[in-house]
């Protein structure tokens, strides 16, 4: 790599004798060298050409001296290293040189060796920080980008409630928080029809930015699908054999997906791998729903699915969760494990789903106060509220 | 994440020791694909000492299970305690591979 030297002294024999000693290096690319006869010209010649890495300056100049260029490069040149040229034994010079930033100093008369030695060091010095300023801007830029990312994939999952506010035969609210900027969980729901919503609860092997990718994929692909109208299990179905073909490095999603039927609360579900949701009754008590015994999307080429059928009484509900609910840890490692998650649950039919999930939210936080984040929490609840609205 | 790799005729077993997570799950990577990259076709995976698996552990089983298929070769596991049987069953991972109580049990089902 070439390093840019500025060498400023008001006498020319330090050039001449450069010039010669370094020619090799210069010849190769490896140094390249630039003159200047004070510290006004310096300052010009750094303003012409910004990429200088090395200042070699003499402190004795006419116009301006060597203190004073140093003092003007700390301000408006950080990033370049300055070694100083004094006389030998002028400890007092030296010594405020240092104080005012200078990397290191050579002494007249010029022991070339040194020089050569001391420009070595002074320039692997002044390289490595010029990368580490620029490694730190990337990665300011990176922390942006995935800052923008973050608030794609908010906003890719519905994030108005209530959504349907003319529906009032049911209530649905959900969340979703990643352990970083972006996560691989994801919920969505939609209407199929007049009389069908499908609801969706999803959470990818993994974490950042590629579980968010495998994400976008799978809730997009599993609402095109959905869509169409299909039962949930032909609908899991086709989005695993789409998945698997797209799985690079063995990515799967856990998928549960149902679809109520609005007018009736008959509640189709299949499950591909999902923690069980909980049934929350009329009258407060809770149970784990039964699954269906389906293989996580993307793992297998040709797994089938199976849906199961349950009829919601109006005030019943289902609330679904991502194993960043249960698996939040608190200081000693312990997790918050769906007892804590039941305890939580239990005996509040009557209370809203957002106050509800507010109130999940709260206890796992509280619970895991202290420790970072470590998986995304994804809920979404869903009442069904039928004729009694 | 400790991983203890010994031989029983043609079967190569792998003891896991510790959690089986996002940590500990890309470190064990290379030891699981290790035996099949050098041709093993009769992997037995000993969970005894493993008392959590998240999905990047399933996800790391998944790909040594892909990998070994390829050669036509395949892998059992045993010793799975019920909080890590349960994480497979509700995964569908209990369908992808064969369990079995102990590393006995597993002898048994590659001598068939």
Redo the contacts between chains.
């Keep these: 790599m070439l390093a840019k030297i500025l060498v400023v002294d008001d006498e020319p024999d330090l050039q001449l004798m450069i010039s010669q000693k370094f020619r090799k290096q210069v010849r190769d690319n490896e140094l390249y060298f630039t003159y200047a006869k004070s510290g006004v010209e310096a300052l010009q010649k750094l303003r012409e050409d910004g990429e200088m890495d090395v200042v070699l300056t003499d402190i004795n100049m006419p116009e301006m001296d060597g203190l004073t260029l140093l003092a003007k490069l700390n301000e408006q040149y950080p990033l370049i290293k300055a070694v100083i040229v004094s006389a030998y034994g002028d400890m007092a010079n030296i010594r405020m040189a240092l104080n005012r930033g200078a990397f290191d100093f050579v002494t007249k008369p010029i022991d070339f060796d040194d020089l050569e030695a001391t420009l070595k060091k002074t320039i692997l010095q002044a390289l490595t920080f010029k990368q580490a300023v620029k490694d730190r801007d990337q990665l300011v830029a990176i922390q942006q980008e995935l800052e923008v990312a973050r608030k794609i994939q908010q906003s890719i999952v519905p994030r108005r409630f209530p959504p349907f506010p003319d529906r009032k035969e049911f209530e649905i609210h959900a969340t979703m928080i990643p352990a970083q900027n972006v996560g691989g969980d994801f919920y969505d729901f939609f209407l199929i029809d007049d009389d069908r919503l499908g609801f969706v609860i999803g959470d990818v092997a993994g974490k950042g930015v590629p579980a968010a990718l495998f994400m976008a994929v799978s809730k997009t692909l599993l609402k095109a699908t959905a869509l169409k109208g299909l039962p949930p299990e032909e609908c899991l179905q086709q989005v695993n054999r789409i998945l698997y073909m797209e799985s690079v490095a063995a990515m799967f999603v856990t998928i549960f997906y149902g679809i109520l039927d609005t007018r009736s609360g008959e509640l189709h579900y299949c499950n591909g791998g999902h923690n069980p949701p909980y049934l929350l009754r009329a009258d407060g008590q809770i149970e784990a729903l039964e699954l269906t015994g389906g293989i996580v999307l993307g793992a297998m080429k040709n797994s089938a699915y199976k849906a199961k059928k349950i009829v919601l009484q109006s005030g019943e509900g289902i609330f679904l969760f991502t194993d960043g609910v249960t698996e939040a840890m608190d200081r000693a490692g312990e997790l918050f494990s769906e007892t804590r998650l039941e305890d939580n649950l239990k005996g509040k039919p009557d209370v809203s789903l957002s106050q509800l999930m507010q109130s999940v939210i709260e206890a796992v936080n509280a619970y895991s106060t202290g420790v970072p984040q470590a998986d995304d929490i994804t809920i979404l609840a869903l009442r069904f509220l039928g004729m009694r609205a | 994440m400790e991983i203890t790799q010994t031989r029983h005729g043609d079967v190569v077993v792998l003891a896991l020791n510790g959690r089986l997570d996002?940590h500990t799950a890309p470190q064990a990577e290379a030891p699981l694909l290790a035996p099949i990259e050098q041709g093993a076709k009769q992997l037995l995976v000993d969970f005894s000492r493993v008392d959590y698996i998240?999905?990047?552990g399933?996800?790391v089983l998944?790909?040594a299970a892909?990998t070994i298929s390829e050669n036509d070769g395949k892998i059992v596991l045993c010793g799975l305690k019920p909080a890590i049987k349960s994480v497979f069953d509700?995964?569908?991972?209990s369908?992808?591979f064969p369990i079995f109580a102990s590393q006995q049990e597993a002898f048994n089902h590659f001598m068939k």
């Design positions: 996002a998240s999905s990047a399933l996800r998944l790909v892909r509700i995964a569908g991972f369908s992808i």
